[in-house]
Antibody
Framework: QVHLVDSGGGLIRPGGSLRLSCAAS????????MSWVRQAPGKGLEWIAY????????YYADSVKGRFTISRDNAKNSLYLQMNSLRAEDTAVYYC??????????????WGQGTTVNVSS | SSELTQDPAVSVALGQTVRITCQGD??????ESWYQQKPGQAPVLVIH???KRPSGIPARFSGSSSGDTVSLTITGAQAEDEADYYC???????????FGGGTKLTVL
């Protein structure tokens, strides 16, 4: 079955960098869009980036544009999020999620368990 | 900020019917999905494409729409349905993705 395993979170100082990973299994990884979604403590879900199956289409939320980079390695069935210039407000649980999409919708139909990023001095 | 608006909290008596709504202009063009999230767990897709239920989601969950407002209805709410519920859709540009602020459902 579909399985997504997030990793790479931790405690990081403001201004620092961190790279998150998501290992996928149970489906043809390259056939699917993938996203990162985060959830700050006690807050709601926030989509932050997605990447198409071949990696040619990428979009970011304004809150992370220019600081975060989403990428994927289809040979390794892995998704990544490079986070630079981290701020306290980036503190959250970060989920990778598989996307099923067309013009009319973007559905998150499978989720990782999440990895926690804590930005604090 | 989100273009999708949800009521922060809703309550329902055990076994009764509850409707959770999500409002936004983008919903006139794009289809929504609904997610259930229990404390400490990842979200789970419960409804997509207005009315479709993924495999394993109970039939008491259903979706509907009217204009710029979409709804998730739970008919005969169970104690295990107590959770946060989020809607999502493409944003008005069509390129980005948006979540509603979430609705905390309490089953009394």
């Amino acid at each position: 079955q579909v399985h997504l395993v997030d990793s790479g979170g931790g405690l990081i100082r403001p201004g620092g960098s961190l790279r998150l990973s998501c290992a996928a299994s149970g489906f043809t990884f390259s056939d699917y869009y993938m996203s990162w979604v985060r959830q700050a403590p006690g807050k709601g879900l926030e989509w932050i980036a997605y990447i198409s199956g071949g990696g040619t289409t990428i979009y970011y939320a304004d809150s992370v544009k220019g600081r975060f980079t989403i990428s994927r390695d289809n040979a390794k069935n892995s998704l990544y999020l490079q986070m630079n210039s981290l701020r306290a407000e980036d503190t959250a649980v970060y989920y990778c999620a598989r996307g099923t999409t067309n013009y009319y919708y973007y559905i998150f139909d499978a989720w990782g368990q999440g990895t926690t990023v804590n930005v604090s001095s | 900020s989100s273009e999708l608006t949800q009521d922060p909290a809703v309550s329902v008596a055990l076994g009764q019917t509850v409707r959770i709504t999500c409002q936004g202009d983008s919903l006139r063009t794009y289809y929504e999905s609904w997610y259930q999230q229990k404390p400490g767990q990842a979200p789970v897709l419960v409804i997509h494409g207005r009315t479709k239920r993924p495999s394993g989601i109970p039939a008491r969950f259903s979706g509907s729409s009217s204009g710029d407002t979409v709804s998730l209805t739970i008919t005969g709410a169970q104690a295990e349905d107590e959770a946060d519920y989020y809607c999502n859709s493409r944003d008005s540009s069509g390129n980005l993705v948006d979540f509603g602020g979430g609705t905390k459902l309490t089953v009394l």
